[in-house]
């Protein structure tokens, strides 16, 4: 085992109440087990960063954004996301990381400056973030796996089941724009919704509406949270 830790910037607002938040060191432990490193999260709320970068972000060699929303502060999670996206660190977003992954790309890839999540912003005219068909709260499901993306790489199956506790996700009015390139959907589920999103040109940009840590809860490492980690240690710090 390697001793210098591997620093993940976990952004959000810590809740011990949160079930995802008590499984995300978990994984990123059990994550380190399989690659012989120490994979060690270190916790940034999104109000620190409402202001702009910190330090302490800038130090981490990933930056997962984590289940949770709304945030303390939106623009202090778009901060965070846009740093990853832009100076090509690793990143890892679920359930509420990934709508706000999506938020961050719509406004300053995709020209949508307007653009909005539905929960903090009902009648925003641009709402990129809308609530589910059905809502995904403790609800289990398949995803179908896009060929060729980083997410069949990491499972090397085209069919998953995954666990959520989700409301909101991909308004369907705006996937065309938004995933016509760079950004690809790379999982669905049965009904052809979309349920994760990647950067093609980007070391390691993904972000899943599903919660993958939760593998942890039950000892077992999740083939994203090992990939993402697997990033996070070829990267270097600051």
């Not at 949160?18 to 994984?27: D, E, G, N």
């Not at 690659?35 to 109000?47: A, F, K, P, S, Y």
């Not at 308004?171 to 994760?196: C, H, K, M, Q, Y």
């Given at each position: 085992?390697?001793?210098?830790?591997?620093?993940?910037?976990?952004?959000?607002?810590?809740?011990?109440?949160?079930?995802?938040?008590?499984?995300?060191?978990?994984?990123?432990?059990?994550?380190?087990?399989?690659?012989?490193?120490?994979?060690?999260?270190?916790?940034?709320?999104?109000?620190?960063?409402?202001?702009?970068?910190?330090?302490?972000?800038?130090?981490?060699?990933?930056?997962?954004?984590?289940?949770?929303?709304?945030?303390?502060?939106?623009?202090?999670?778009?901060?965070?996301?846009?740093?990853?996206?832009?100076?090509?660190?690793?990143?890892?977003?679920?359930?509420?990381?990934?709508?706000?992954?999506?938020?961050?790309?719509?406004?300053?890839?995709?020209?949508?400056?307007?653009?909005?999540?539905?929960?903090?912003?009902?009648?925003?005219?641009?709402?990129?973030i809308t609530p589910?068909?059905?809502?995904?709260?403790?609800?289990?499901?398949?995803?179908?796996?896009?060929?060729?993306?980083?997410?069949?790489?990491?499972?090397?199956?085209?069919?998953?089941?995954?666990?959520?506790?989700?409301?909101?996700?991909?308004?369907?009015?705006?996937?065309?724009?938004?995933?016509?390139?760079?950004?690809?959907?790379?999982?669905?589920?049965?009904?052809?919704?979309?349920?994760?999103?990647e950067l093609d040109?980007?070391?390691?940009?993904?972000?899943?509406?599903?919660?993958?840590?939760?593998?942890?809860?039950?000892?077992?490492?999740?083939?994203?949270?090992?990939?993402?980690?697997?990033?996070?240690?070829?990267?270097?710090?600051?």
């Amino acid at each position: 085992m390697i001793e210098t830790p591997v620093r993940v910037a976990l952004v959000g607002d810590h809740d011990s109440e949160v079930t995802a938040h008590r499984a995300i060191p978990l994984a990123l432990a059990l994550a380190g087990r399989v690659l012989g490193v120490r994979v060690v999260g270190e916790w940034v709320g999104t109000d620190t960063l409402a202001g702009g970068l910190t330090p302490e972000l800038i130090a981490c060699q990933g930056i997962w954004c984590v289940p949770a929303s709304p945030y303390r502060s939106e623009a202090g999670a778009l901060v965070a996301i846009r740093y990853a996206r832009e100076r090509r660190r690793p990143f890892l977003g679920t359930c509420g990381g990934f709508q706000h992954a999506v938020l961050e790309y719509a406004r300053h890839v995709a020209g949508l400056t307007g653009a909005a999540h539905q929960e903090t912003s009902p009648d925003a005219a641009e709402p990129v973030i809308t609530p589910l068909a059905c809502g995904l709260v403790e609800q289990e499901g398949d995803i179908l796996i896009a060929p060729g993306t980083r997410l069949a790489h990491a499972y090397l199956v085209d069919r998953a089941t995954e666990t959520y506790h989700c409301r909101y996700g991909l308004n369907p009015r705006f996937e065309s724009l938004l995933t016509s390139g760079p950004l690809r959907v790379s999982a669905r589920d049965a009904n052809r919704e979309v349920r994760a999103i990647e950067l093609d040109d980007h070391p390691f940009f993904v972000a899943t509406l599903f919660q993958p840590e939760r593998a942890a809860l039950e000892d077992r490492a999740h083939p994203i949270v090992s990939a993402f980690a697997a990033a996070a240690a070829m990267t270097a710090p600051g």
